[in-house]
């Protein structure tokens, strides 16, 4: 199912490639916590985002949003399989295109 997903990610081979990493990095840690992907809320994507904020050294805006466009992506075609009902994350789940967090809505 991941690899399927992937395959319509992108036509280019390396982006197809880096999105299977990252789905496999998030799906990894999602292992760890013994959390069922299809299970996951916003906070828990959330958490995951602020894992990545953390590491050193700290990844790119480029390297987040592509991680999290991975997610997006993969949550989309488990909604368009009928598999997922609705999508754990979202343009506005932790993306950042000039290395600033955004504001809180509301």
Do not use: E, K
């Not at 990894?28 to 013994?34: E, V, Y």
């Not at 990545?52 to 700290?58: G, M, S, Y």
């Not at 609705?86 to 509301?106: A, D, E, K, L, V």
């Amino acid at each position: 199912m991941v690899s399927t997903a992937c395959r319509r990610f992108s036509s280019r081979s390396t982006t197809r490639r880096a999105y299977l990493r990252d789905l496999g990095h998030y799906l990894a840690w999602l292992a760890a916590l013994d959390r069922d992907p299809l299970q996951v809320t916003r906070p828990d994507v959330d958490a995951y985002v602020a894992l990545l904020r953390r590491q050193t050294p700290a990844p790119s805006a480029a390297s987040l949003n592509r991680r999290l466009a991975a997610l997006s992506s993969w949550y989309r075609y488990l909604i368009d399989a009928d598999i997922a009902t609705r999508t754990r994350c979202s343009r506005s789940s932790g993306r950042r295109s000039t290395g600033t967090t955004p504001p809180p809505s509301g």
